[in-house]
C-alpha cells in the first residue's frame, strides 16, 4: 500500500446519493484521473448531505491521504452543507468572497436572470480557502489544506466538476518525486475468469510488482497490469513490457483489444483500416448499439446508421422481414435475425449489417426461448455465400438492461472476429442454436 | 443522524473500481434496496483489493452500522480477498465448506465444463459464517456477524449480486421496530434549482422531518420528501401528504412526474393513455433516444421504433431529407430537424416523431453552432398544421456524453408538454432560434 503522500480519497457527497436515487460518476472519472497523475487512489466514500459525518469523513481521510477531492454539496439549497463541515473541521469562519460574488451576479447577467437572494450563500469560503473558478456554473469550487492534506471541492454536476478539475486541480496535485504508475489493460473474450486466472498463474501474485489482475464484466475479462513505485522510468518500461509479453503468451489467443477502450471503438478502427462500413437493425436493444456506435466522435466515416425495429410492423415496413417468417418463426429467432441482417444490408449499402433480436425480459419468456435467449444476425458483402449470413444465439442471465448490454457487446464481438478472420472461436454465453 | 441500529453501510471491493477502469452501480442498487427496506445508508466506500485496507473498513462499518452490504472480491483469482479479509477481522481460520463446493463443482457440470481447480477457494468462507447461495456464478457470498453487525458479502457482478440481495439479504435486515422511512420524489424542468429552492423556502430547513432536498441532474431539478422517524404510520402518512401538498402548492406548475421515473417511462404513459404511438428519427444521439424508450419492457404497444440516420446519405436514404436541404442548411438546422420529423412521422404511422440532430463534440463546432447545439423536430398527426411540426434549439454545455443525453432529455419533454398542452413553456438551456 502506497504511503501517504502517494495516496489519494475521492468523496462524494449528497442525500440523492446515499438513498440511490441517483448514480455517482464522479468517482470513477475523477479516480483515472488521479491513476493518470501518479498518486494511487485508495477509497471512493459517499456521504449523506449531513454535516457532522462529512466532516468526520473528511478529519478521517485527511488524516490518512495527502490529496482528497471531494465533490457536490456546493449548490445554493439549505442541503448543500461542504462549505459548513470544511468550516467545522478548520474551526474558521465562513467568509463572503467579493470576487466570487461578482463573478455570480455575472453568470446570471448573462443569462439575463436575476440572481436569486439564494445563490449568495455560494460565494462564501472557509478564511483559509481559495475558491476555485467554474465557468459553467454558479458554485466556485473550494482549495483548503486541512490537516497538511490538500482538499479540493468541486461541484456535483459533470458538466462543472469535469473542467474545473483540469482547469485547476490537475495542476496543483502531483505524487511524490520520482514516484511512477503505469497501467495497461487487456480486453479479452471467449474464456471465463477462472480459465484466464489459471493461465496467468504466478503472474497473479499479490506480491508482484507491477501487479497483474482481472475483472469480469459484461461477458469480458479484462487483464490489468499496474506498476506503482519509485524505480527508474527505464527499469518500469522494461518491467511493464516483460509483464505485457507475459500476458500475451498465456491469453494472447483471446485478447481482442488492448486499452480500457470499448469493443465499438476497437471495431470501428478495423473497420476504418479495412475501408469498410456498418449499418445496425436492432429490436430488443433499441437503439443501443447504435448508441455504443456514436459514443466516440467521429465514426460516422464507418458507422452509417440504421434502424430500431422495435414493432413488428417496423421489422417488415422497414427492413422488409416477411409477415410469414415472423408468424412462422417468431420475432425471435434466426430466421427473423437473418432476414433483420440481409434487409439492412441491402437497404444501406453498408459491407456489413449486424441485427439484434431478442427477449430481454422481464417478461415475454417461454419454455423454448426464456428470458435472456439473444439472436445476433450479421450479413456482409462478399464474405462467403449467400452474404455470409451468420447467426448466433445467446442465453444471458440478468436483469433486462444486462441482457441489452450483452446483446450490444456480442453482436459487436461477432463482428470483430469476422474482421479479425476468426469467426471459428465460440464466444461466451453462446448456445448451440 | 440515524442511531446505529438504524444504519446501514455499502463497501465496494476492486482495483477495477479505484483506479476508474469500472463504474460502481452495485452501491446505488442496493441503497434503493435498504432505503425500501427502512434503514439509513451512511455510506458507500469503496476500496481497493487490499486485505488489510479492507480489513480496517470493515471493523470501521462495522462499529458504525448495524447493517453492512459488501460487493466485490468473491472471485477465483489471488486478486479476490474478500474471504481473506474477513478471516482477518474475524481471527478466524478459513473452512472449505462442502455443500458450497459441490455446489461450485455443479454449476461447471451443467455447463459441460471442468471445475478449475482455482474456484476451489470460493468454497472457503471465515468458520462462524455461512454461504449465501449464488444460482448464477460460482461464488457463494458470505454472512456473517462482525463486532455485532450483519455483515452480507456477495459477488461483483450485477447479475448475480441482486438475485441473491433479494433471495437472501433482503428477508435478513430489518430496521428497529417501529421506524418507517418514507419516500416521495417530485421531478421538474423548466426553471433552476435555486429558484425552486427559492419557492421552497423554509420547506427545505434542515431541521424538518420529513426532510425536503433538491437534486439537479441532466436538465431537471428533482425534489425530494423523506421522513425517517418512529411516529405512527398514520401520523406520517399525514406528514408527508401535507408536505407533498406545499410541495405542489410551491412548485407544482413545473412538476412533470412524481417518483423516481425516468422521463421516457412517464411519457410512454401518457402516450398509452392518450391511445397514441411514437417514433423517433436520431442523428447525433445514434440511438440512445430509441434506448431510453425501451429501457423498460412493454413499450412496444406505443414505441413502433425508427430510424438512426447517423451519416447524411441515411437521412436522405431512410427518411427522405432532401440533398438540397443539407446542402444549404447543414444537418445541424432548423430545417433538416424538422424535415427528419415529418419525414419519419409519415414513414412509420406513427401519432408522433421525434428527431434529434446536433453537434455534440468534440469536434464539429463552428462560430455559428457551436459544439452542444442541439435541434430536436417534433412532427404530429391532428395537431395545427403542417404535422403540426415544431423545432427547437438547445444549447448544452458538456462532454459528448452529457450533450447526448441532455439531448435525449430534451427530445422527450418537448413530447411530454406537447401531450400536457403545455408547449408554450420553455425549456432549461433552451435557446431563441
Not at 74 to 80: K, N, R, V, W
Not at 204 to 210: E, F, I, L, V
Given at each position: 500500500m502506497a504511503s501517504r503522500n502517494e495516496r489519494a480519497a475521492i468523496v462524494s457527497i449528497g442525500d440523492e446519493l446515499t438513498i440511490g436515487q441517483s448514480l455517482d460518476t464522479n468517482s470513477k472519472w475523477l479516480s483515472e484521473r488521479l491513476t493518470e497523475i501518479g498518486?494511487?487512489?485508495v477509497e471512493h466514500v459517499t456521504v449523506p448531505d449531513d454535516r457532522e459525518w462529512l466532516g468526520a469523513t473528511l478529519r478521517r481521510l485527511c488524516e490518512a491521504c495527502a490529496t482528497v477531492v471531494v465533490s457536490g454539496g456546493?449548490?445554493?439549497?439549505?442541503?448543500?452543507l461542504t462549505r459548513e463541515s470544511l468550516a467545522d473541521v478548520l474551526n474558521e469562519p465562513l467568509d463572503e468572497d467579493g470576487d466570487s460574488l461578482r463573478a455570480i451576479e455575472a453568470w446570471f447577467a448573462r443569462s439575463s436572470r436575476e440572481m436569486p437572494r439564494q445563490n449568495r450563500v455560494q460565494a462564501l469560503r472557509p478564511r483559509s480557502g481559495v475558491h476555485i473558478p467554474n465557468p459553467n456554473g454558479t458554485a466556485p469550487g473550494v482549495h483548503v489544506t486541512v490537516l497538511g492534506a490538500a482538499v479540493f471541492c468541486l461541484p456535483g454536476p459533470p458538466s462543472e466538476m469535469r473542467p474545473m478539475f483540469e482547469a485547476y486541480v490537475r495542476a496543483r496535485v502531483s505524487p511524490p518525486e520520482g514516484r511512477l504508475i503505469r497501467t495497461r489493460v487487456f480486453q479479452t473474450m471467449g474464456v471465463g475468469e477462472s480459465e484466464i486466472a489459471q493461465r496467468l498463474g504466478g503472474l497473479?501474485?499479490?506480491?508482484?510488482?507491477?501487479l497483474v489482475g482481472t475483472t469480469a464484466s459484461a461477458g469480458m475479462v479484462s487483464v490489468r497490469i499496474r506498476y506503482e513505485g519509485s524505480e527508474s522510468a527505464e527499469r518500469v518500461d522494461r518491467l511493464m513490457a516483460e509483464t505485457a509479453a507475459d500476458v500475451e503468451r498465456l491469453v494472447g489467443d483471446v485478447v481482442f483489444a488492448e486499452g480500457g477502450r470499448p469493443l465499438a471503438d476497437v471495431v470501428i478502427d478495423r473497420l476504418r483500416r479495412a475501408g469498410q462500413r456498418v449499418a445496425t437493425v436492432e429490436s430488443c436493444t433499441g437503439g443501443m448499439l447504435g448508441g455504443a456506435m456514436t459514443a466516440l466522435a467521429g465514426s460516422s466515416d464507418v458507422y452509417l446508421g440504421g434502424w430500431v425495429t422495435y414493432s413488428n410492423e417496423m421489422k417488415g415496413w422497414l427492413v422488409g422481414v416477411g409477415h410469414d417468417l415472423l408468424e412462422r418463426h417468431g420475432a425471435v429467432s434466426e430466421e427473423v435475425a437473418a432476414a433483420m441482417a440481409v434487409g439492412g444490408l441491402e437497404r444501406s449499402g453498408a459491407d456489413h449489417c449486424l441485427a439484434i433480436t431478442g427477449v430481454a425480459g422481464p417478461g415475454g419468456g417461454t419454455p423454448e426461448k426464456p428470458v435472456g435467449t439473444v439472436w445476433v444476425g450479421m450479413a456482409s458483402r462478399g464474405v462467403g455465400e449467400a452474404g455470409g449470413v451468420e447467426c448466433r444465439r445467446f442465453l444471458m442471465r440478468g436483469e433486462r438492461e444486462t441482457v441489452r448490454q450483452w446483446s450490444v457487446t456480442s453482436a459487436l464481438a461477432m463482428l470483430d472476429l469476422r474482421l479479425r478472420g476468426r469467426s471459428e472461436l465460440k464466444l461466451l454465453r453462446q448456445q448451440a442454436p
Open positions: 498518486l494511487t487512489v456546493l449548490g445554493p439549497t439549505a442541503d448543500d497473479m501474485a499479490r506480491d508482484r510488482n507491477p
